[in-house]
Each structure stands twice: as structure tokens, then as C-alpha cells.
């Protein structure tokens, strides 16, 4: 017989009025995850349970401050050598689980805060879902995204549970619904607030125990009797098995267009769904573990875990090497230039609680970046992530003003305004007039933070925030240091990035710093092979079947075609030769092709379909009469000189490792995910591989493709970049 009270390592139980209430709480760990030693507890906790004539109902809630549970331990799918290994997982959790559908008693999942992954598949088994209506509250099965299906019956269950088209929304896309939308689809069955949770789930679990609260077992019929008219319909076409077929080539084809083929998990989630549903509940249990442990040990899987676990060392990293060294107390930040990045910097600082001061050149200028900043709020209250209310909290922290007043007070100066080193020397004085003890952080683009700092008497308080556009949705923000920037300076631009939720890594001043210096011959190269004859569709279609988010003309397009020939100048000022931008392109900037924002580019604009404007090609050599060049060559030139630029980086210092130059590469350029960035690249090329590919483009075109010397080092040497690298 269970005690009233007892610890099972990772349960603590409560047993009052027949209910057990079981909290989870794993020690060691500063959130929930599931291993198969939580699931061997849960079972042994369970037939103790089931043997206990004191307990009719059981809740199984969280015992930690934060989150529900996150998910499966990603080092013990990491560690699973094979896929019959990994499979092997899968199943016990699924039994596991299983056990816990069948469980006799009733069952309540009390979930508050994450429940992803294993976790949701835990409450899927679960005979009721309460859920708490805090914001940090999210369900999802976000597997996918780390190359992943559920494996512990979630690609059954859910469907089962909401219907084929919502689980499969969820599952191939990997995102987290807030309580609400999660019982608007019948995955939570009651939202309730925070400190009445585990109350109201005790009382359900005793109500399915009387009788007085009935649910069929879930796994088992669909769930018809809720969610109206449309619902029933939508099922009934689901239920159909010609919709059903229908229904899955559509989702078929939005796969293979999104992902371009190069991320299975998203087919073989396809697969076991439907599966399941064909040949019954078994048949799909047996097939998710299956393609399940096929995914775990794929390299897809293993780079999208790797950037899993360099993104989450970077949360943890203080951006500094001596642990003694703190950041700054920052409670008030100014913000100088309030246009496209300075309005986004802005929004996302009042995002972190804290107080912004922003500082333009007159009063419309002013007055344009309030507006901007509450058009950002105005639209998360239309997303329903923020009430009104909270706008209006959140809008107070900002002013705006066209003087130095209030600047006095701040603890961190970001500076945006132009592109124009005299203006940004001349805010760091007059920053430093009203504020001697004020941090001075430039979002410059392309100037090197040092000859910024010139114009400071305080240069260890100088440094860069560089943020990519838009800032409200790029993940990175890359912290730029010069040999003067002292360390705590250099800690609190982190920390302050952190607060914005922003994945930071720090590089060393150098042109370019690190993202921009990447790109720069990356897009010369396209604009040569450009000039040599080829087609903007095979340029672009080389670059997105490499699996970038868009292809190096559209890109240019976007930019600015004389954004990027600014940046392209000041980089080839810098490095000489091997940075030579193209000649050709000026022309199109005399022209007046800038891209989208002149409505005149590459491509055409305001017409319904987006096409290439072949008049561009009356600018370039050959005309429109277009050479072909393999897109093969193509992919394999432009990113050669992005893999060899970042290995430059690396080996003059600009980076500090390997992982904040695939991190880098990936949030701040979009660099293929699955690829694992530029370094787990080069090493799944195999350095020798990549040095003789550059080495016979180097003899045919010469400098711009000469070798980075720590390339060379390393292929001589037999290395690679990454010490756990596996060999090729
Ligand atoms: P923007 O032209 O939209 O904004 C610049 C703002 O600075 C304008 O609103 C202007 O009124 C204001 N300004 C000019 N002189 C001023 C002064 N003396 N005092 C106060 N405000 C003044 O330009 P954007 O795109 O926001 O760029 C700003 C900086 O961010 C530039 O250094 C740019 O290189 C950099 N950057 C831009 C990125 C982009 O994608 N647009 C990406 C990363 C960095």
C-alpha cells in the first residue's frame, strides 16, 4: 500500500479525499524531462497505485517552479547507437504510456507551463487535460524540429484525439499552442487560472471516478460529441477514406515544397500517421517507433540536435571567459535613431520589461517611432499573445524625444541611426557628454566598432549590438568586441541581448565582424557567375535546392542592391583583391534597380506573380540571352566561399569557436539548418574533400578562392573543426 506521502526519486505523492496527486520533479534537472528512468518510476508508481484501495483518481502535475514537462531527454536519444536502439526507446515509452491510458483508475494531467513533446504524449494518454491559462502555458509536439517524430504514441493519439488536418498542422510544423487555441481543438479540456489548477484537476479526477464526469478512454473513438457542427463535418470528411487520401497528398505536397526534401521527419510523421489510421492503433505504434529510431540515428537529426544544444550552451554562456566577471545592472536603455532597426530595437527592449528612451532627429521622426513600436505591440494583441492592457503597460516604459534629456539616466546606448561613421562618432560624444558612465553599443552594419570607439574618451565602454532585420523576428544578435571593450561591458550587452530573447554570440571587430564578412563573398560570387551568363532562376534555384530560405538575387533584391554594393566596398576596401565586387552591378544601381524598395530589381514588383524582370539582363554581359550553368557548379562555388570565409574567421580570431560560427550562420543568414551550419559542414565534407574543391576553382579563377590557411592546416593535419565530428 502507497504511504499518504512518499518519494519515489522523481514523484512526489499526495494522497487526499482518493486522489493521488503525483508530482513530477526530476532531480537534478532544472526542468521536467523524460528518460526511461522517470518512465520505469511512473510504471512502478502506477501498479502501486492501481493496488491502493485509498486512491480512486490519480493527477499527475509538475513539482518544479516552471513548465510541465519539456520533453524526452535529448542525450539519451543521442546516445542510442543504432536505430534498433533508438526504436527500442520508443517502445517502452510507448508502453509506458500505454499502461497509463489503460490505467484503471482515472487519470487528470494538471499542465501548466511547457508541455512539449513527451510531455503532451504523456497527457495524450491521460483520460483529462486541465490546463492553466498563464502565458508560459504551450502544448505542441515540436519533434520535427529536431529531425524527430513523436515516439511515445503522439503522431496516434493526437490525431485520434483532434482530428488528421489539426495533428498534422501540429506535428509537421513542431509549434506550441497557448492554453485557449489548445481547447478550441480539444487537446486541453478545460483552461482554468494558474492557482486553481491542481484543485479543479483533483476534483475532475474524483468526478471520473464517481461517474458524475464521463469520457470514453482516449485512444479509442474520436471525440464527435464536442466542438459543433464544423467539427463533425470536418471529421466525417476525415473519417471518409477517399477525403482522407485527399487530405494527406495535400499535406504531401506542402512537405515536400516546404522542406525541398531535405527533412524526413516531416515525411515519416506523414507516414505513421496515416498509418495508424489505415491499420489501426498497433500497426501505427509499431511504425512511428520504427521510423522513430530510423530518424534518431539519421546526420539530419544529429546536426538539428547539435544546434539544439549549441543554442542552449549559448543561453547559458555569460560571453565572457572568467566566471568572477558580471554583467551591468541595466534597467534603462536609450535608443538613438528610431527608424527600421532602431523602432525594432526599441519594441523588443520594452518586450524585456525594460525602460527605453529613444532619441531621433526631429519631432515627426519621433513621433514615427512611437508609432512604429505600438503598430508591433497592436499587432501581438491581435495575435492575442498580449492583452490590451499589458500594451498599455508595455508603451509607458517607451518615450521618445528629439534632445539628450533622459539620457542622462541610462545604463546601455544602442545606437542606430545612419550608416555614416562621422553621425555615429558624433553620438558617441555627445552620448558621452550627458552620460559618463553609460555603455555605447553601435547596431552598425558594416563599420568596424574600433574606429568608432576613436571618437570615445571611454573606449572600454564601446562596443557593437548587431541586429538583423526584422529584429522582431531574427533570432540573433551578434555582440561585436574590441581589444579596449572591457569584460563586464562585454557581459552585459549579453545578458541585455538574452532579456530580448535573442540567441548572442560575441565576435571579435574585424570588417564585416563575422555574418556580414560571410555574406559579402558569398554574394559576389553569385553576382559572377551572374555576369558569366547564367539565369536569375538557376541562381536563385541552386542556392534554395542547397536549401537556403531564399536564393542570393532575391536576397540582393531585399536588401537593396545598393545596400549590398555599400557593404560589398567597405569589405573589399578591407580584404583587397579576393573581395572584388563586380563592376557589371553598378549599373544597375545608375539605373535605379535597388530592388524592392524601388519596385525595380532583379525581379518584378506589384504584379500578382513574382517574375524575373528580363530587362535586368540589358544591363549585364550576354544580355537575355542566358548561358546555362549547373546548378551544381552554382551551389557548390557561392557556397564555398561562405564555408571558407567563416574558416578565415575562425582562424584570425573573429570567432570564438566552430559553434558560434554555425549558430551565427544559421539564425543571423539562414544557412541551411539540417546542415548544421558552415563548420559541421566543412567536417561532414571532410576538410581535405573541401580544400581540393577549392583548390581546383582557386586554379581557375585565382584569388578569391584561395584557401583559408587554417583550412589548410587542418585538412594537412587530418583534424577537424569539431572534436566530436564523425569521420567521413
Ligand atoms: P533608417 O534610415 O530606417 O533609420 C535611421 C534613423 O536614424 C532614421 O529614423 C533617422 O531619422 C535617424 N537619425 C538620423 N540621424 C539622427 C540623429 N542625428 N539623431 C537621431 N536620430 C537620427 O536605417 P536603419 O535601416 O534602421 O539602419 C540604422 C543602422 O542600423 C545603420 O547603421 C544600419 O547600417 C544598421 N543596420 C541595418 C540593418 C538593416 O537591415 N536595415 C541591419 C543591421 C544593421
Not at 117 to 125: D, I, Q, V
Not at 277 to 293: I, P, Q, S, T, Y
Not at 299 to 305: A, G, P, T, Y
Not at 444 to 471: D, N, W
Amino acid at each position: 500500500m502507497m504511504p499518504a506521502e512518499k518519494i519515489v526519486r522523481s514523484f512526489r505523492v499526495e494522497v487526499e479525499g482518493g486522489v493521488a496527486l503525483c508530482l513530477l520533479d526530476v532531480q537534478g534537472e532544472p526542468v521536467n524531462t523524460l528518460s526511461p528512468q522517470v518512465g520505469a518510476e511512473l510504471e512502478d508508481l502506477l501498479a502501486a497505485l492501481a493496488k491502493d484501495p485509498a486512491v480512486e483518481g490519480v493527477v499527475i502535475a509538475s513539482g518544479k517552479k516552471e513548465g510541465f514537462i519539456a520533453g524526452a531527454k535529448i542525450d539519451v536519444i543521442r546516445s542510442a547507437r543504432s536505430a534498433a536502439e533508438a526504436e527500442a526507446l520508443s517502445r517502452s515509452g510507448q508502453r509506458q504510456f500505454d499502461a497509463l491510458e489503460r490505467f484503471p483508475k482515472p487519470v487528470v494531467a494538471a499542465i501548466h507551463g511547457a508541455c512539449l513533446g513527451g510531455g503532451l504524449e504523456l497527457a495524450l494518454a491521460c483520460r483529462w487535460r486541465v490546463v492553466s491559462d498563464d502565458r508560459k502555458t504551450q502544448l505542441g509536439l515540436p519533434e520535427v524540429q529536431l529531425g524527430l517524430i513523436p515516439g511515445a504514441g503522439g503522431t496516434q493519439r493526437l490525431p485520434r484525439l483532434v482530428g488528421i488536418a489539426a495533428a498534422l498542422d501540429l506535428i509537421l510544423t513542431g509549434k506550441g499552442l497557448k492554453a485557449r487555441k489548445a481547447q478550441k481543438l480539444g487537446l486541453a479540456d478545460e483552461v482554468v487560472p494558474a492557482p486553481i489548477l491542481l484543485e479543479v484537476a483533483r476534483r475532475r479526477a474524483r468526478e471520473l471516478a464517481t461517474g458524475q464526469l464521463r469520457r470514453p478512454q482516449p485512444g479509442g473513438v474520436k471525440q464527435l460529441q464536442r466542438g459543433g457542427l464544423g467539427a463533425l463535418q470536418k471529421l466525417a470528411l476525415e473519417d471518409n477514406p477517399l477525403g482522407r487520401e485527399l487530405l494527406f497528398r495535400e499535406a504531401r505536397r506542402k512537405v515536400l515544397k516546404k522542406s525541398g526534401g531535405h527533412y524526413p521527419a516531416l515525411e515519416k510523421a506523414l507516414e505513421a500517421v496515416k498509418h495508424g489510421l489505415d491499420k489501426g492503433m498497433e500497426a501505427g505504434l509499431e511504425r512511428e517507433a520504427k521510423l522513430f529510431g530510423e530518424l534518431a540515428v539519421s546526420e539530419v537529426s544529429k546536426r538539428l540536435v547539435d544546434i539544439f544544444f549549441a543554442t542552449t550552451a549559448l543561453k547559458k554562456d555569460t560571453g565572457v571567459d572568467d566566471p568572477a566577471v558580471k554583467a551591468r545592472r541595466v534597467e534603462t536603455v536609450g535608443v538613438l535613431g528610431g527608424g527600421l532597426m532602431g523602432s525594432g530595437i526599441a519594441f523588443v527592449t520594452v518586450g524585456a520589461g525594460l525602460a527605453v528612451r529613444v532619441r531621433e532627429k526631429d519631432d515627426a521622426a519621433a513621433a514615427r517611432a512611437l508609432a512604429s513600436v505600438r503598430g508591433l505591440l497592436d499587432e501581438k494583441v491581435k495575435r492575442r499573445s498580449m492583452t490590451p492592457i499589458e500594451r498599455g503597460a508595455t508603451m509607458r516604459l517607451l518615450t521618445a524625444s528629439t534632445g539628450w534629456a533622459g539620457f542622462e539616466r541610462v545604463d546601455l546606448v544602442i545606437e542606430a541611426v545612419f550608416e555614416d561613421l562621422a553621425l555615429k562618432q558624433e553620438m558617441v560624444r555627445a552620448f558621452e557628454q550627458v552620460n559618463p558612465r553609460g555603455i555605447f553599443a553601435s547596431n552598425t552594419s558594416s563599420i568596424p566598432i574600433a574606429k568608432i570607439a576613436e571618437a570615445s574618451t571611454r573606449p572600454e565602454r564601446v562596443l557593437g549590438m548587431h541586429y538583423f532585420s526584422p529584429v522582431q523576428k531574427m533570432p540573433l544578435l551578434e555582440v561585436i568586441v574590441t581589444p579596449l571593450t572591457a569584460p563586464d561591458v562585454t557581459a552585459t550587452a549579453v545578458a541585455v541581448g538574452k532579456k530580448q530573447g535573442k540567441t548572442v554570440i560575441v565576435v571579435n571587430d574585424g570588417p564585416g565582424f563575422y555574418t556580414s564578412r560571410i555574406l559579402t563573398p558569398y554574394m559576389n560570387e553569385a553576382a559572377e557567375i551572374l555576369i558569366e551568363g547564367a539565369s536569375v532562376e538557376d541562381l536563385d534555384g541552386a542556392l534554395t535546392a542547397f536549401g537556403m530560405p531564399v536564393g542570393p538575387i532575391t536576397l540582393l533584391d531585399e536588401v537593396g542592391v545598393d545596400v549590398g554594393a555599400k557593404v560589398a566596398k567597405i569589405l573589399h576596401a578591407a580584404f583587397g583583391d579576393r573581395m572584388t565586387p563586380p563592376a557589371a552591378l553598378e549599373k544597375l544601381t545608375a539605373d535605379g534597380r535597388l530592388g524592392r524598395k524601388s519596385k525595380k530589381g532583379f525581379y518584378t514588383y506589384g504584379g500578382k506573380k513574382k517574375e524575373v524582370d528580363v530587362t535586368v539582363y540589358d544591363l549585364l554581359p550576354g544580355g537575355r540571352q542566358r548561358k546555362r550553368v549547373s546548378r551544381d557548379e552554382i551551389a557548390e562555388r557561392v557556397t564555398l566561399q561562405l564555408v571558407n570565409e567563416a574558416i578565415r574567421c575562425l582562424g584570425e580570431g573573429i570567432l570564438r569557436s566552430a559553434r558560434d560560427g554555425d549558430v551565427g550562420a544559421i539564425f543571423g543568414l539562414g544557412f541551411p539548418p539540417f546542415l548544421g551550419g558552415p563548420f559541421r559542414y566543412a567536417d561532414a565534407v571532410g576538410p581535405k574533400t573541401l580544400l581540393e574543391r577549392l583548390e581546383r576553382w582557386h586554379d581557375k579563377f585565382g584569388d578569391r578562392f584561395e584557401p583559408a590557411p587554417l583550412l589548410v592546416e587542418v585538412a594537412r593535419d587530418g583534424r577537424r573543426f569539431y572534436p566530436d565530428a564523425r569521420p567521413v
